[in-house]
C-alpha cells in the first residue's frame, strides 16, 4: 500500500478508446465516485485529463481487488493495472476491468470542498482551499489555457527576434515615481518591490538589445478591493528599438491574434469544458482615439471633461460602444508617466495607447521619449527630483535609441480568453489586500 | 534630426552580404567607430546581430551626408540608407556607401565605459553602467545564450506534457522553516519573499496538474558574498506526480541536455563570439552516492563526516574527480528538508539529488513525501510547528499523490552554460548584499 513501486501510467484518462479493446493499461488518478453494488463496483477515476470508468465485477476480479474497491472512497489516490474491454452500452463506448488496484494515498472525509459537485461554493471558501477547487475540470481548463496563453505569447516573441530577459524585482526607488510601492527591509538597506520592469527595460534598448521581452510578477501596493486589481500580477512586458507606438501596437495585435489561434487549435477541449464562445479577432484591432473616446462616453451621458483619466463610468460607456477588442490612442500627456513621448505637433496629446476589451484595459504602451534633454524636464515638471533617477537617466546620456513598448496584464488577459469575471478565478493563489494565504 | 519617421531597419548588419551588390539597405544601430580622412570617412556600425563596415567619399555622397559623418562621435545612434556594393577588399566582401545618414540620438563623450574597448573594466565598474556594459558583443552573447537556455528549456517541459504555472512570490510564512527570508509590510500584515515555490508545486500535485514548471524569481536573504551566490535568483522549477526521484532526475537529464544541444544549434556565431569549448553532454550523467562523494573527499585529504552536508573544500575534492555534470544522490536525510522522503530501509538517507556541474551544485530534487503523518512527524521532529503549516499540510490529508522534482538554478546554469566564473556576469542587473542599483 502506497507505493508506486515499478508502476508508470500508460494512458491518460482522454487516450483509451476502444479500439483499445483487450488491452492492459495502468492508470492513476483520484476517486471522482465510487459505487458499490451487491456484486459489481463502479469507479470513476479522474485525472489531469478527464473521467475514466472502471467496472469491478465480484466474478471477474479476485477477491482482494473487489473488497479494497468496496472500501474506496472519495478523492482517494489510486492506480489501476487493467484491462480496456469494448462495450456499446458504456458511456464511451468501453470499460476498464482492474485487474489489480493499488491505493497511493487515502483522503479524509467529509471533503471540506467536494471536487465532484456541480454548484462550487463561494469565491473565498473555494480560495481557502484551492488545491480542492483546481481539481475541478473547469478551474483547471482556465489555468491550462493559461498556460497556453504564455506558451503562445513566447512562441510569437521569439518568431519576431526578441530576447528575453530577467529584471530584478528588487529595486533601490520607485518606477514612476509614485507611492505605490512595498517596501522591504534589504539587510542595512530600504528597498521596494518592483512596480514594473519599465526603466529597466528601456534600460536594456540604451544596451543595444534592441527587442526584448519579460513575463514576470509586479508588485502594486494598491488599496482597491475590486474584480480585476491584484496586489500581486503576472505582466508580460517588451520594449522595442527603431520603432514607433504604431509598430508596438502591431506587434501587440500579433501577439493578441497569436493567442487566440493557438488556444483554440491546441485546447479545443477546454474551450468546450469552459463552455466558451470562441471567437479568433481580426489580426488588426479598432482604434479610436482619447477624444472620440471621451465623446462617446460625454454622449451617454457620462460626467468627463478632455484631460482626465477615464473613470469607470467612461469605460464602461466606451466598452459597450467599441465591444471585444480596440485601441484608445492619442491620450492626453498629463494622464500618462513622464517617459511617454508627446506628438511633435501637439504636445498636450502623447504617442500612448491602451488596448482595452470591452470595458477592461488589458494592455499600456507607447514609445517613450529618447532624448536625455525632454526627459529631465519632464521629470522636473511632474514634480519629481531628476538626482532619483541617475542611472536611468544616465542611459539616456550615450546612445538611446528611439523606442517604444507595452504592458499586457497576463491575468487579465486570461479573464478575457476564459470569459471570467473575477481575476481570482485567473491566479492559483491571488494577493490583495485582504489575502495572503495559501 | 532625432526622427525616425517612416524609416524601418531592412537588415541587421549580420544580413547583409556581397550577393546583394547595389540593392538599398537601411541599417540602424551605434556608431562604433570613426575615422575620417580628408576625403574619405569609414564608419562602423554596430547593431545586436554583428559590425558592418561604411564607407563614405566625399566624391560619391552629397556634401550634406559627407559633413554630418565627418561630425559622428562613437556611440551616437544613428540610421543609413545606403546601398551595397561587393568589393574583394573590404574586410566581408562588400561595403555600404551610405545615401543619407541620420542622427537619432548623440551620445556625450567621453563615455564613462567604452563598449569597443578590448580589456573591460572591474566588473563593479561594469555594473554600475550595465548599459554600456552590455552593448560588447561578448556580453550580449552570454545573455542571448540565456535567453536560448529558458526557450529550449520551456520547449522541453512542454513536450513532455507539463503545465507553467504562475504561485505568489508574496508569502505569509518561510517555505522551509529557514530565517533567511526578506521581511515586506504588507498593508497592516508582514509578509515575506517566497524563497521557493516548494510548497506551492507541492499544492499543485494535490491539485491535480500532475506535471507542472515555474521559471521565476527566488528571493535569499543570506549574507554571504560569493561568486556564485546572489539574493534574488532565478529558479527553474517542476514537480510531477506519480514518480520518484529517478524519474525527476531522468527529466533534468532530458532538459539539460536539450539546452546544451538546442544552443549549439541556435547560438553557434554567439558560442564562437565566446570562445566556448561547447561540449554537448551524454542523455544521461554520471552518478555517485553521498556516501561514494565523501569517500572520494575524505580520499583527497578533505575532512568529512558522515552525515555532514558537504563543504566548499568537499564539493572541489569531488569536482576535480568527477568533472561536468553529475549527479550525487542518496544524501544524509538530516542534510535535506523535511518534505524529503527518506529510503524505505534506511531512513538516514533519502530520495535527494543534487545535480552537479565540477564543484558547483545547479539543482536539488528528491522525491517528496506524499504522507500526512509522516509529513508532520517531519516537521516536529525537526523542531518547527506543524500549526504554521497548516494550509500546506491540509494538501496532504485529501488526497496527495506520490511526487518528486526539483529545482534548478538558471543564473548558475547560464555560468556553465557560457564558462563564466562569477554569476554576476550572467545576471543583468545582479542583487547582492552592497548591490541594489541600477
Chains 1, 2 share one sequence.
Not at 147 to 156: A, D, F, G
Not at 249 to 276: F, G, Q
Request: glycine share 6%.
Amino acid at each position: 500500500m502506497y507505493i508506486i513501486a515499478d508502476w508508470r501510467r500508460t494512458h491518460y484518462s482522454e487516450q483509451v478508446i476502444p479500439e483499445m479493446d483487450g488491452q492492459e493499461v495502468i492508470l492513476m488518478g483520484w476517486v471522482h465516485s465510487i459505487r458499490a453494488l451487491g456484486k459489481l463496483a463502479f469507479i470513476i477515476l479522474r485525472d489531469r485529463e478527464g473521467l475514466i470508468q472502471m467496472v469491478v465485477p465480484k466474478q471477474k476480479v479476485d477477491e482482494e481487488t473487489f473488497e479494497l474497491a468496496k472500501k474506496l472512497g472519495k478523492e482517494d489516490v489510486i492506480t489501476i493495472r487493467g484491462k480496456v474491454v469494448a462495450n456499446e452500452k458504456a458511456p464511451k463506448g468501453f470499460e476498464v476491468i482492474p485487474m489489480e488496484i493499488r491505493i497511493l494515498n487515502k483522503a479524509d472525509a467529509p471533503l471540506p470542498l467536494d471536487p465532484s459537485e456541480k454548484v462550487p461554493a463561494e469565491i473565498d471558501t473555494r480560495l481557502d482551499r484551492r488545491f480542492l477547487d483546481i481539481r475541478r475540470p473547469k478551474i483547471q481548463a482556465i489555468f491550462k489555457i493559461r498556460s497556453e496563453m504564455l506558451k503562445s505569447i513566447r512562441k510569437t516573441f521569439s518568431e519576431e527576434g526578441f530576447i528575453e530577459v530577467n529584471t530584478p524585482k528588487l529595486v533601490a526607488s520607485a518606477t514612476e515615481g509614485g507611492t505605490e510601492l512595498f517596501p522591504i527591509s534589504y539587510f542595512e538597506k530600504e528597498a521596494f518591490l518592483g512596480q514594473s520592469p519599465q526603466l529597466y527595460k528601456q534600460m536594456m534598448m540604451a544596451g543595444g538589445f534592441d527587442k526584448v521581452f519579460e513575463i514576470a510578477q509586479i508588485f502594486r501596493a494598491e488599496e482597491h478591493n475590486t474584480r480585476r486589481h491584484l496586489n500581486e500580477a503576472i505582466s508580460i512586458d517588451t520594449e522595442m528599438s527603431f520603432v514607433n507606438e504604431k509598430d508596438a501596437m502591431a506587434m501587440l495585435e500579433k501577439v493578441v491574434h497569436n493567442c487566440y489561434t493557438d488556444i483554440e487549435y491546441n485546447r479545443p477541449s477546454e474551450i468546450e469544458t469552459l463552455e466558451l464562445n470562441f471567437e479568433i479577432p481580426e489580426k488588426t484591432f479598432p482604434k479610436v482615439t482619447y477624444s472620440e473616446a471621451v465623446d462617446v462616453a460625454v454622449s451617454k451621458g457620462v460626467e468627463i471633461e478632455w484631460g482626465e483619466d477615464l473613470s469607470r463610468a467612461a469605460e464602461k460607456a466606451i466598452g459597450d460602444e467599441m465591444g471585444g477588442l480596440y485601441f484608445i490612442t492619442e491620450w492626453p500627456t498629463q494622464t500618462r508617466p513622464f517617459y511617454t513621448l508627446p506628438d511633435e505637433n501637439d504636445n498636450k496629446i502623447c504617442k500612448a495607447f491602451d488596448l482595452m476589451y470591452k470595458e477592461l484595459e488589458i494592455s499600456s504602451g507607447a514609445q517613450r521619449i529618447h532624448k536625455y534633454d525632454s526627459l529631465v524636464q519632464n521629470i522636473a515638471k511632474r514634480g519629481m527630483n531628476p538626482d532619483s533617477f541617475e542611472t536611468y537617466l544616465e542611459a539616456f546620456r550615450y546612445g538611446m535609441p528611439p523606442h517604444a513598448g507595452w504592458g499586457l496584464g497576463a491575468d487579465r488577459f486570461t479573464m478575457i480568453l476564459t470569459n471570467q469575471e473575477n481575476i481570482r478565478e485567473c491566479v492559483l493563489f491571488p494577493r490583495d489586500r485582504q489575502r495572503l494565504t495559501p
